[in-house]
């Protein structure tokens, strides 16, 4: 999990899918380390331009244990706006797997 070109982040598999681990790219891509998200949600990416409805389709989806892909706005911990496409898929032990990728729009 320690890609260097991908930003992965691994939460629970269940509500409210709290943060378990993310890599540094995450870090460097979000602004938050790894100890100021552990136990948080993706919430604290989420911002005025995040679409909801877009983020309540992703949810349902990791409840029904399927992979989605999904490109929303997000926000870093500073709260510069950036577009990214989201992957995400369950993994062993009941957690999910996210990668985000910044794209430009």
């Known amino acids: 999990m320690e890609d260097k070109d991908h930003a992965?982040?691994?939460?629970e598999s269940t509500p409210p899918f709290q943060i378990k681990y993310v890599?540094?790219?995450?870090?460097?891509?979000?602004?938050?380390t790894v100890e100021e998200c552990s136990g948080k949600?993706?919430?604290?990416l989420q911002g005025?331009?995040?679409d909801q409805s877009a983020v309540t389709s992703l949810m349902n989806s990791m409840l029904q244990?399927?992979?989605e892909d999904v490109v929303l706005t997000n926000y870093t911990k500073e709260g510069r706006s950036f577009r990214?496409?989201?992957s995400?898929?369950?993994?062993?032990e009941g957690l999910f797997i996210g990668v985000?990728?910044?794209?430009?729009v």
């Open 41 to 44: 949600t993706l919430s604290i």
């Open 100 to 104: 985000l990728r910044e794209i430009n």
């Open 84 to 86: 990214n496409h989201l």
């Open 48 to 50: 005025r331009e995040t």
């Open 23 to 32: 890599n540094a790219a995450w870090e460097g891509l979000c602004g938050w």
């Open 8 to 11: 992965i982040v691994v939460t």
């Open 65 to 67: 244990g399927k992979h």
């Open 88 to 92: 995400v898929g369950p993994m062993d």
